[in-house]
């Protein structure tokens, strides 16, 4: 997004900026032309920090596929994010948890793809999102779930579960899956590659993009300014 969109946004609205399903529609948003989100912003987060991490792989997969206008980078480094404590938010934060928690507020949207382990979040995303939770960052920011196994609902019910309470902009319809389990890093690469994955990725970005544009609102005109007296 252009510096001067996101000027607006924020001026109109501070960092709650969305109509989420849930709130009180007062101003209906309107959609901005392409040529003003020259830079959308998307943040792909790994909840797996394996080397070979299909999921990492899916998301890194995923900038080759990226509507004009839209960028992505991925975070698959949440093994360096401390262990989350309420007394750690008093004072300055660990460097890694304020790298983090910069590039959420710079996103406009974050993608999130995380393997299951024994039946829930892995603890490394868990930590990441209970750092944000009391923070304003969140807020309001749009969020979709990725996700590279056939397996794994019981972690998919609780993301689900954890991201809508969140962030009332969980963009719970935007879905992507492709299973990888397993796969070598060729092989998945190989499977990524194929008419209907490379569709089905285009397609979930395309949605993301969409979304996340139809909810963000426009600055409301300034007044004009009345003609100089003299
Ligand atoms: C500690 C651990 C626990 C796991 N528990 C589950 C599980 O409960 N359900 C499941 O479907 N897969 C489970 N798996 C398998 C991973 O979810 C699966 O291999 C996934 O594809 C790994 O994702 P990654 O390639 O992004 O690291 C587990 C793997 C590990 C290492």
Known sequence: MGDGAAQRLLLN???TR??????????Q?????????????????????????????????????LPPGAELSVVAWLDKLPVFSPDAEHGALPAPVARFIELVS????????SPEYVHALPGGLKNAIDWMVSRFEVIGKPIAIAHASHRGEDMLASLRL??????????????????LVGKSPEDVKTTLQTPDNEAAITQFLATVVASIRSTLTPATPAPASPPESR
């Open 29 to 65: 948003p309107t959609r901005f032309s392409d040529q003003e989100f020259d830079n959308m912003k998307l943040l792909a987060i790994s909840g797996s920090t394996r080397r070979e991490s299909t999921n990492t792989a899916l998301l890194m997969a995923m900038q080759d596929y």
């Open 13 to 15: 609205h501070g960092p």
């Open 162 to 179: 954890v991201l809508s309470t969140i962030s009332e902009g969980f963009l719970d319809s935007a879905f992507l899956r492709i299973p």
């Open 18 to 27: 969305l109509k989420g399903p849930g709130l009180t529609d007062q101003a």
């Open 106 to 113: 710079r996103a406009d949207g974050i993608i999130i793809a």
